[in-house]
C-alpha cells in the first residue's frame, strides 16, 4: 500500500493535469459521452443534488468521472448516462427509457417543478442547463405539472473536435399516476468555423461584464489612487521636511532650541515609545505572515487564470488556489518570523505554529460546520473524507514544512532588531485626544476607502460566485483593481498612523493592521446587502453556505488588507524616525 508521501505527488500533478485544458479529438462514430451532474432550485445555487436524486432512469453501470481535486470540492460529481451517441452520426428519436409514475414519483417532480429545478450536463467537459419542467395554466384549477419527455441535443463541431453544445426540451407529459412516460433523446450535428480556442465564448457575458459602468469603476478607482499618493506625497515632501530641518540644524542659540522645545509637540515626542512591540505580538507576525502569503497567492492565482483561461475548465482555479496556497507558506513563515524576531520576540515557536495553522484551521471549522449542513440535505456539495485526508496530508507534509522553515530563515537571516530609535524603559502617557482620532475610529474608517476602490468589482465578483451560468473571465480587469486595492489601503493606512502618531499615540502596529483589515467588514455588509437585494436565495441550506464562505472570503480579505496596511506603514514609520536625532 502506497504511503501519503507517495500518494502526495501523484495527486497534485494528476489534479494538475485535470485542471488543464485537454485537447479531445474523435473519429467519425467514435463515442461520445454525455455526462449527468448535478440538478437543484434556481434561486438556490449552491443547493445542488445528484442529476439521478430526480426520479429519472438511472443505468445500473453508469462510471463516475474522476475529477482533480478542484473538481471535488466545487460540488461535482459526473456520472455516464450511458446514452448512444456517435460522433458526426445524428439520431432522429430514440428511447432512453420507460418511466412509469407512482405517487413518489410525481410528488418528487412536482417538488423540483415548483422550486424551479435546472440540471446540468457535460459533453467534452462543455456544460448544457436545462429545467426539469414547468406549470401550464396560472389561473383557476387549470394548473397542471408537465414534465419533459424529449431531449433535442444540437452539437456542432469543426473538423474532429466538438465546438458547441444546446441543449432543447420538447414534449411535455402531464404528471398522472399510473401513466409510463416514453424518455426520449434526439442528436442534430452541425459543421461550424468556430476554433476549439474560441469555443467557450459563447459561455461568457460580454455585455455585462464589459460595459461602461465596469469601465468606469476602473477609471474611478484609478483616479482615487492619484489623490492619495499624492497627499501622502504631500505629507512626506512637505509636513515631513519642515519637521526634519529643525534636527538639521547645528548651530541653534539658546533662545532658539528653548522656542523649539516648547513648541515641540506631535509624532516626534513619540520616538522613545514607537519601536516598543505591541501586545499580542505573535498574532500579529501569524496575520501579517499569513495576509503576506495571501497576498502572493491572489496574485498568482490571477495571472494564471488570466494567461492560461482556467474558467473553461471545471475547479481549476480551486485546484490552483491549494497548491499554490501551500507551496507559497515559505513566506508566511519568513515574513512572521522575521517580524517576531525583530520585535525582540521571545516565543518563535509559538508564532510559528499560528502562522502556520491559524487561517487553515480558522477554515476547516467553517467548512466542517457547511459541510455536516450538506449531509444532513444529502446534497452533492458534500466534500468526501477522502478529499478532507488529501487537504490535510496537502497541508501537513507541504505547507506547514514551508511555513516553519520560512520562519526559521526569517528568524535568523534578518530578524536582528534595527530600530531607529532606542525604546525607553518607562512607557510615554498618551494624552487625551479628540474623538476622531482614537484608534478604534480609525480602524474602523481606514476601510471605507479600499472598499469603494473594489465596490464595483465585487459585484461582477458576486453575481458569478452566486448565479448560474455566469463565468468571470476579466481577470485583467481583476489584476488591475486588486494592484489599486494595494496601493489604497498603503495610502490610507500611512495617512491613519500618521495621524495617530501626531496624537501621539504610539500604538500603531495595531491600529495599522485594523484599519486596512476593517476592508473585510464593509465587504460583508456588502454581501448581506447583496443577499437580500440582489438574490431569492431561501432556506438553512443556501442561506448557511452564502454566508459562511462569505465570511471565510471576508477573513481572507481582512488578513490580506491588514497584512499589507501594516506593512506600508511599517515601512513609513521607519523612515520617517531614520531621519531625527534619537535620544
Known amino acids: 500500500m502506497l504511503s501519503a508521501f507517495q500518494l502526495l505527488p501523484v495527486f497534485i500533478i494528476s489534479s494538475f493535469l485535470l485542471a488543464c485544458p485537454t485537447l479531445a479529438k474523435y473519429q467519425e462514430n467514435d463515442t461520445v459521452t454525455l455526462w449527468v451532474n448535478k440538478a437543484g432550485p434556481y434561486d438556490n445555487p449552491q443547493e445542488t443534488y445528484s442529476y439521478y436524486s430526480l426520479p429519472y432512469c438511472r443505468p445500473a453501470d453508469g462510471d463516475h468521472k474522476r475529477g482533480g481535486l478542484g473538481e471535488v470540492l466545487g460540488g461535482n460529481d459526473l456520472i455516464d448516462s450511458r446514452i448512444d451517441i456517435k460522433f458526426k452520426r445524428d439520431v432522429e428519436r430514440r428511447s432512453i427509457c420507460e418511466l412509469k409514475l407512482d405517487a413518489s414519483k410525481i410528488a418528487q417532480f412536482k417538488y423540483a417543478i415548483d422550486n424551479m429545478y435546472w440540471f446540468e450536463f457535460f459533453i467534452d467537459d462543455l456544460p448544457m442547463w436545462g429545467f426539469v419542467g414547468e406549470v401550464y395554466g396560472y389561473y383557476g384549477d387549470t394548473n397542471k405539472h408537465v414534465v419533459y419527455t424529449h431531449k433535442m441535443l444540437h452539437i456542432t463541431y469543426n473538423r474532429d473536435q466538438i465546438i458547441h453544445l444546446n441543449l432543447s426540451q420538447e414534449i411535455p407529459k402531464p404528471l398522472e399516476e399510473g401513466r409510463t412516460l416514453n424518455m426520449t433523446y434526439s442528436v442534430k450535428w452541425s459543421p461550424t468555423e468556430v476554433s476549439y480556442a474560441q469555443r467557450f465564448n459563447v459561455y461568457l457575458d460580454y455585455y455585462f461584464f464589459e460595459n461602461e459602468i465596469h469601465w468606469f469603476s476602473i477609471l474611478n478607482s484609478i483616479m482615487m489612487v492619484i489623490f492619495l499618493t499624492g497627499l501622502v506625497s504631500m505629507i512626506l515632501m512637505r509636513t515631513l521636511r519642515n519637521d526634519y530641518a529643525k534636527y538639521a540644524r547645528e548651530n541653534d542659540d539658546m533662545e532658539t532650541l528653548e522656542k523649539d522645545v516648547i513648541e515641540e509637540s506631535g509624532w516626534k515626542l513619540v520616538h522613545g515609545d514607537v519601536f516598543r512591540p505591541p501586545q499580542n505580538l505573535a498574532l500579529l507576525s501569524a496575520f501579517v505572515g499569513t495576509g503576506a502569503q495571501l497576498a502572493i497567492l491572489v496574485l498568482l492565482v490571477i495571472i494564471s487564470a488570466y494567461l492560461w483561461r482556467m474558467y473553461t475548465r471545471r475547479g481549476a482555479i480551486i485546484t490552483t488556489s491549494i ?3 501551500a507551496l507559497t507558506s515559505f513566506i508566511s513563515g519568513y515574513v512572521s518570523g522575521r517580524l517576531y524576531s525583530r520585535n525582540a520576540g521571545e516565543n518563535w515557536i509559538k508564532s510559528m505554529v499560528l502562522t502556520a495553522s491559524f487561517f487553515p484551521f480558522l ?6 460546520v457547511l459541510n455536516s449542513i450538506a449531509i444532513f440535505y444529502e446534497s452533492i456539495t458534500v466534500i468526501p473524507l477522502s ?10 507534509f507541504i505547507s506547514l514544512p514551508l511555513s516553519f522553515l520560512g520562519t526559521v530563515v526569517g528568524r535568523n537571516w534578518s530578524g536582528t532588531p534595527d530600530n531607529p530609535c532606542r525604546v525607553k524603559n518607562i512607557p510615554r ?13 480609525i480602524s474602523l474608517v481606514g476601510g471605507l476607502l479600499p472598499f469603494a476602490s473594489i465596490f464595483i468589482e465585487m459585484y461582477f ?6 448565479n448560474y451560468m455566469v463565468h468571470y473571465y476579466v481577470y485583467g480587469f481583476m489584476l488591475l483593481v486588486f494592484i489599486v486595492l494595494i496601493i489604497v489601503t498603503v495610502c490610507v493606512t500611512i495617512l491613519g498612523t500618521y495621524f495617530l502618531l501626531n496624537a501621539e499615540n504610539y500604538h500603531w502596529q495595531w491600529t495599522s493592521f485594523f484599519s486596512a483589515a476593517s476592508t473585510a467588514l464593509y465587504v460583508y455588509l456588502y454581501a448581506i446587502y447583496y443577499y437580500h437585494a440582489k438574490t431569492r436565495m431561501s432556506g438553512l441550506f443556501q442561506t448557511s453556505f452564502y454566508f459562511g464562505y462569505t465570511l471565510m472570503f471576508c477573513l481572507g480579505v481582512g488578513i490580506l488588507c491588514g497584512a499589507v496596511g501594516y506593512l506600508g506603514s511599517n515601512l513609513f514609520v521607519r523612515r520617517i524616525f531614520r531621519n531625527i536625532k534619537c535620544d
Open 387 to 396: 478529499t478532507i485526508v488529501v487537504v490535510f496530508v496537502i497541508w501537513a
Open 363 to 368: 477554515c476547516f471549522g467553517i467548512g466542517f
Open 461 to 466: 465578483v458576486f453575481a458569478s460566485l452566486w
Open 429 to 441: 502617557p498618551i494624552p487625551e485626544k479628540k474623538w476622531y482620532l482614537r484608534p478604534s475610529v
Open 323 to 325: 497548491v499554490c496556497y
